[in-house]
């Protein structure tokens, strides 16, 4: 059975970094889409980033210039690198994995905080 593990979140201060991992257990194949997302309380999830086979990115108007989405895909595995956090990027993040069998995998959460 195929599950998505993340890790990486916390607490940190305006201005800090994070870096969230998601890698996949299990056998998981063809995957064609990884991506990020997050939902604050009281707000709908919404995309954060995402990156298709290869290096084809889309991030979200609110985190470009500050968050980078990679992947690694010997290890199945997604990272995001969060720079110059603000108190508004404070949600849980989820990340998604898409196959070209048209399957979908979302990891559990990993909360992040940002305030002084």
């Known amino acids: 059975q195929v599950q998505l593990v993340e890790s990486g979140g916390g607490l940190v201060q305006p201005g800090g970094s994070l870096r969230l991992s998601c890698a996949a257990s299990?056998?998981?194949?063809?995957?064609?889409?990884m991506g990020w997302y997050r939902q604050a309380p009281g707000k709908q999830r919404e995309l954060v980033a995402s990156?298709?086979?290869?290096?084809?990115?889309n991030y979200a108007d609110s985190v470009k210039g500050r968050f980078t989405i990679s992947r690694d895909n010997a290890k199945n595995t997604v990272y995001l690198q969060m720079n110059s956090l603000k108190p508004e990027d404070t949600a849980v993040y989820y990340c998604?994995?898409?196959?070209?069998?048209?399957?979908?995998?979302w990891g559990q959460g990993t909360q992040v905080s940002v305030s002084s």
């Open positions: 998604r994995f898409s196959t070209s069998l048209r399957l979908v995998y």
């Open positions: 299990g056998s998981i194949f063809g995957i064609n889409a």
């Open positions: 990156i298709i086979s290869g290096s084809n990115t």
